[in-house]
């Protein structure tokens, strides 16, 4: 079975910096693109960036492009999201998500979900 745990959010002021990182397990993770969604109270979830299994191809909503970074390490099957000049619009909650196949930016395509770790940046 697979599971997706995320951490490192937290309250940061605009213009701050935070790094999420999700452990994945039950799952030959190399094999699996991952991906980081979010969503804020009363809006829909969200893409914000995705990697393929290797590593090689990264993918990035155009509101957080220059911003963001994901990256992974398939040795400790962990996903990392590097997030900086944070604003107060990033306030969301940030969930890890698992595929096979194709890439996909859309929700419904991502097979498993992490329970979701907070984010909030104060103006």
């Known amino acids: 079975q697979v599971q997706l745990v995320e951490s490192g959010g937290g309250l940061v002021q605009a213009g701050g910096s935070l790094r999420l990182s999700c452990a994945a397990s039950g799952l030959t993770f190399s094999d699996y693109r991952m991906a980081w969604f979010r969503q804020a109270p009363g809006k829909e979830r969200e893409f914000v960036t995705a990697i393929s299994g290797s590593g090689i191809n990264t993918y990035y909503a155009d509101s957080v492009k220059g911003r963001f970074t994901i990256s992974r390490d398939n040795a400790r099957n962990t996903v990392y999201l590097q997030m900086n000049s944070l604003k107060p619009e990033d306030t969301a909650l940030y969930y890890c998500?698992?595929?096979?196949?194709?890439?996909?930016?859309?929700?419904?395509?991502?097979?498993?979900w992490g329970q979701g770790t907070q984010v909030t940046v104060s103006s």
């Open positions: 998500a698992t595929k096979s196949g194709l890439p996909s930016t859309t929700a419904i395509a991502f097979r498993s």
